[in-house]
C-alpha cells in the first residue's frame, strides 16, 4: 500500500486547504483511512477517519472545520480544511489500518502505529 499526500501550502488563519491521497479500491476495502498530524514538539493526534461502511470521526479539534471524504471515482481520500487557524500548523499524514472503526482510528494513542503511511505534507496557517 503506498500512501502519498498533496495539497499542503502556507494560507492565512480563515483560509482554506484540501488534502488529498490516492489509494487503490483494495485499500478503502479492506483498511479505514485517517489523517494524522504532528505539530512541533507535540505529539501525533488523529484528525479525522474514514472507513468503508462510510462511517466517519473526528477529533474536537477538526469538527465543524475539517471534513473527510472520499472520490470514489478516483479513489482519493480527501481532508477539506476550512477556517484554517494557526494552531492547525503542522505535517499532516495519511494513514491506512485495519482499525474497528473511523473513532478508534482517530482517538488512538499516538505511540500506536498505523499499518501503513505517507510521507506528510506541510500546512503553515500564519496569523
Known amino acids: 500500500v503506498q500512501l502519498v499526500e498533496s495539497g499542503g501550502g502556507s494560507v492565512q488563519a480563515g483560509g482554506s486547504l484540501r488534502l488529498s491521497c490516492p489509494a487503490s479500491?483494495?485499500?478503502?476495502?479492506?483498511?479505514?483511512m485517517g489523517w494524522f498530524r504532528r505539530a512541533p514538539g507535540k505529539e501525533r493526534e488523529g484528525v479525522a477517519a474514514?472507513?468503508?461502511?462510510?462511517?466517519?470521526s473526528y477529533a474536537d479539534s477538526a469538527k465543524g472545520r475539517f471534513t473527510i471524504s472520499r472520490d470514489n471515482a478516483k479513489n482519493v481520500l480527501n481532508l477539506q480544511m476550512n477556517s484554517l487557524k494557526p494552531e492547525d500548523t503542522a505535517m499532516y499524514y495519511c494513514?491506512?489500518?485495519?482499525?474497528?472503526?473511523?473513532?478508534?482510528?482517530?482517538?488512538?494513542?499516538?505511540?500506536?502505529?498505523?499499518?501503513?503511511w505517507g510521507q506528510g505534507t506541510l500546512v503553515i496557517v500564519s496569523s
Open positions: 494513514a491506512a489500518h485495519p482499525a474497528p472503526s473511523p473513532s478508534w482510528m482517530v482517538f488512538v494513542p499516538s505511540n500506536y502505529g498505523m499499518e501503513f
Open positions: 479500491a483494495f485499500t478503502y476495502s479492506n483498511y479505514c
Open positions: 474514514l472507513c468503508s461502511d462510510g462511517s466517519t
